[in-house]
């Protein structure tokens, strides 16, 4: 009898030993996919993104802020689908090289009547179809593009709540002398359906983006228009005034 009682404990420690062993090695294994899931996450949060001589922001919204920082924006559905490298590679099209490049900017919108109206800070480029045929569209259409680089070339001198206008100014034109455009008309204004395809705009290269910079063998080769439009804009004149 104790013989029995002897073999009924061992096979009953036997039993509660390996079921101890089987439960360790699956609580490790869910501990480590979750690991390995977070690792995961934090490569691709940390990963940055690169486009043809561009640098992307990883910064993620979500979809309650999207919805927020919509209502603010002054950005029509007619820019949604312009993207800052296809509209680069249009300034930059064979069919734009013999178009002159027209001057853009923005300036902040002042809200009391007293107080003299800020300067213009200039953004970039357009180029557009049939030399320039649709100017003020490029601008209007191209509007989100300027407006989010402008934070690039000018950072502190526009904040997010600012209020606006877009100008462009021809080769021609006097230094200090912008035209507005009305974007509101410009967006109801009948225009061919892939009119985003007429036009293109290139920003003042920003080294520390990679936006619109053209390099060569690793060298950055319009280092130059970097410095010219740099200067111009932090310069005491009609493009460098503080908001």
Not at 110 to 118: A, F, G, K, N, T
Not at 163 to 175: C, E, S, T
């Amino acid at each position: 009898m104790k013989l029995f009682d002897t073999l009924v404990l061992l096979v009953s420690t036997i039993v509660c030993l390996s079921q101890a062993f089987v439960v360790v090695p699956t609580t490790a294994g869910i501990i480590k996919r979750q690991l390995q899931q977070q690792q995961q996450q934090q490569r691709q949060q940390l990963a940055p993104l690169f486009m043809g001589g561009f640098g992307a922001s990883n910064k993620k919204t979500s979809s309650k802020n999207k919805k927020k920082n919509n209502k603010k924006k002054d950005t029509p559905t007619a820019t949604s689908k312009i993207k800052p490298k296809a509209q680069w590679d249009r300034y930059n099209d064979d069919s734009m090289r013999d178009v002159p490049p027209v001057d853009v900017a923005v300036r902040v919108v002042v809200s009391d009547e007293e107080e003299p109206p800020r300067d213009w800070i200039p953004v970039g480029r357009v180029k557009s179809a049939d030399n320039n045929s649709y100017t003020d569209i490029a601008v209007a259409r191209q509007r989100a593009l300027i407006a989010d680089h402008v934070k690039r070339v000018a950072p502190g001198k526009v904040s997010p709540t600012d209020r606006i206008q877009w100008g462009y100014r021809n080769g021609n034109d006097d230094g200090d002398y912008w035209t507005v455009i009305n974007a509101k008309e410009l967006d109801a204004k009948e225009t061919p359906p892939d009119i985003e395809k007429l036009i293109g705009f290139e920003g003042i290269p920003d080294p520390a983006s990679g936006y619109y910079c053209k390099y060569d063998a690793g060298k950055l080769v319009n280092a130059d228009e970097v410095n010219k439009e740099r200067m111009e804009i932090d310069s005491d004149g009609s493009s460098g005034g503080e908001p």
